[in-house]
């Protein structure tokens, strides 16, 4: 772990960030909207330098899934492979394999960011979120209205449904199962409409939740605070490094011969752009400074008061489809469904993540076949 306590908690914010808003790209988005940098070593001429820029998608992920920040060492997460090409060998490396199959795994090898719990926890969520594993995971909640998208599971087939929108704005949601029609050309298991289906899953699951919900309030109130105080600790931390900075580029500036005009003139420059670091630095720091201040005992009360309510912060305007999505995948793995004509109905199958099933039965709208 580098000494650097800027760079340790520029690196700890990504994976407090990771947990709190639970999909890789919120976190890029966030750092961005922030303009919060992180740190990236370089060489160059044979010297290192840590540079701060604003990150990347692949160098958060390469972050998250490097087993080093949890204390690991490892080796032999990769493998060679050979194939016969016209009659010859051919062998590429650089193959990922299984933890399982690593040659060496040693944990608390070195001082760790995170455990290796938490470690093992982010894959599973960053598996959980991939799109291209749709027949295996829910893949990362969008913005469509559809909130079982990804949930559910035909009875019939065990596919996962497909989600398609109707209506004159296009908001509508209907559930499909397409796999026989796309791959053997028979007609569709089962269709039907979203919108009953969506209600009667999120009443369950807030029925369910009502008791942890002055719970939850008091978690928020804590995460906000924490939110606040790593951005502030990051600018603090920024304009720390930047006075340093400025004061190196001070002391080299005064070091050097005044007759080398062209030597002192590249320091000034040097200086100058310091000190605007500096300045930009100062500005934010107020600017974050000034921010709304923390909650009031009457705002904390009502906060409370919505916990303990939670269809009304359910039923909020800013309650955005990809937050409800995250809700409801948090204490549900999957929903198998099936449609009764005969009776009439929509039947359902909650799987909860406790391991506990809730059979629902909805009565179906007429137009559905």
Same mark, same amino acid.
């Given at each position: 772990?580098?000494?650097?306590?800027?760079?340790?908690?520029?690196?700890?914010?990504?994976? =407090?960030?990771?947990?709190?808003?639970?999909?890789?790209?919120?976190?890029?988005?966030?750092?961005?909207?922030?303009?919060?940098?992180?740190?990236?070593?370089?060489?160059?001429?044979?010297?290192?330098?840590?540079?701060?820029?604003?990150?990347?998608?692949?160098?958060?992920?390469?972050?998250?899934?490097?087993?080093?920040?949890?204390?690991?060492?490892?080796?032999?997460?990769? %493998?060679?492979?050979?194939?016969?090409?016209? /009659?010859?060998? %051919?062998?590429?490396?650089?193959?990922?394999? *299984?933890?399982?199959?690593?040659?060496?795994?040693?944990?608390?090898?070195?001082?760790?960011?995170?455990?290796?719990?938490?470690?093992?926890?982010?894959?599973?969520?960053?598996?959980?979120?991939?799109?291209?594993?749709?027949?295996?995971?829910?893949?990362?909640?969008?913005?469509?209205?559809?909130?079982? =998208? /990804?949930?559910?599971?035909?009875?019939?087939?065990?596919?996962?449904?497909?989600?398609?929108?109707?209506?004159?704005?296009?908001? =509508?949601?209907?559930?499909?199962?397409?796999? /026989?029609?796309?791959?053997?050309?028979?007609?569709?298991?089962?269709?039907?409409?979203?919108?009953?289906?969506?209600?009667?899953?999120?009443?369950?699951?807030?029925?369910?939740?009502?008791?942890?919900?002055?719970?939850?309030?008091?978690?928020?109130?804590?995460?906000?605070?924490?939110?606040?105080?790593?951005?502030?600790?990051?600018?603090?931390?920024?304009?720390?490094?930047?006075?340093?900075?400025?004061?190196?580029?001070?002391?080299?500036?005064?070091?050097?011969?005044?007759?080398?005009?062209?030597?002192?003139?590249?320091?000034?420059?040097?200086?100058?752009?310091?000190?605007?670091?500096?300045?930009?630095?100062?500005?934010?720091?107020?600017?974050?400074?000034?921010?709304?201040?923390?909650?009031?005992?009457?705002?904390?009360?009502?906060?409370?008061?919505?916990?303990?309510?939670?269809? *009304?912060?359910?039923? *909020?305007?800013?309650?955005?489809?990809?937050?409800?999505?995250?809700?409801?995948?948090?204490?549900?793995?999957?929903?198998?469904?099936?449609?009764?004509?005969?009776?009439?109905?929509?039947?359902?199958?909650?799987?909860?993540?406790?391991?506990?099933?809730?059979?629902?039965?909805?009565?179906?709208?007429?137009?559905?076949?």
């Amino acid at each position: 772990m580098t000494p650097d306590r800027e760079v340790q908690t520029a690196v700890r914010g990504v994976f =407090a960030q990771f947990e709190r808003l639970g999909t890789l790209r919120q976190v890029l988005l966030w750092y961005h909207h922030e303009k919060i940098p992180l740190p990236v070593q370089r060489c160059g001429n044979g010297v290192e330098a840590v540079i701060w820029e604003l990150p990347n998608y692949q160098r958060l992920l390469r972050l998250l899934k490097n087993p080093a920040y949890a204390g690991a060492f490892t080796h032999g997460k990769t %493998r060679s492979r050979s194939q016969v090409v016209e /009659g010859r060998s %051919r062998k590429s490396g650089g193959h990922r394999v *299984a933890m399982e199959q690593w040659t060496v795994l040693l944990k608390d090898h070195h001082a760790a960011y995170i455990s290796w719990e938490q470690y093992l926890e982010n894959q599973r969520m960053l598996t959980a979120n991939r799109t291209k594993s749709h027949a295996g995971h829910c893949g990362a909640p969008r913005e469509g209205g559809a909130l079982l =998208a /990804g949930l559910l599971r035909c009875a019939r087939c065990g596919h996962k449904l497909h989600v398609g929108y109707r209506g004159k704005d296009g908001r =509508a949601p209907r559930y499909y199962c397409l796999s /026989g029609n796309k791959e053997q050309g028979k007609p569709s298991c089962l269709s039907f409409g979203g919108i009953r289906a969506d209600q009667a899953v999120v009443d369950v699951v807030l029925e369910a939740c009502q008791p942890l919900g002055v719970e939850a309030s008091l978690q928020l109130l804590e995460g906000n605070r924490n939110e606040e105080a790593h951005k502030r600790r990051a600018l603090e931390l920024t304009l720390e490094r930047a006075k340093f900075e400025a004061a190196r580029a001070r002391r080299q500036y005064d070091a050097v011969d005044p007759e080398n005009r062209l030597v002192a003139a590249e320091l000034e420059a040097r200086w100058n752009q310091a000190l605007t670091q500096v300045s930009e630095a100062e500005a934010r720091l107020q600017a974050e400074a000034q921010s709304p201040a923390p909650l009031n005992e009457h705002q904390r009360q009502r906060l409370l008061a919505l916990g303990a309510d939670l269809h *009304a912060p359910w039923d *909020a305007p800013d309650a955005t489809p990809e937050l409800k999505k995250r809700i409801l995948r948090t204490v549900v793995n999957e929903i198998m469904v099936d449609v009764n004509h005969q009776a009439g109905n929509i039947e359902m199958r909650i799987h909860w993540v406790g391991g506990v099933h809730t059979v629902l039965h909805l009565h179906k709208n007429a137009s559905v076949v």
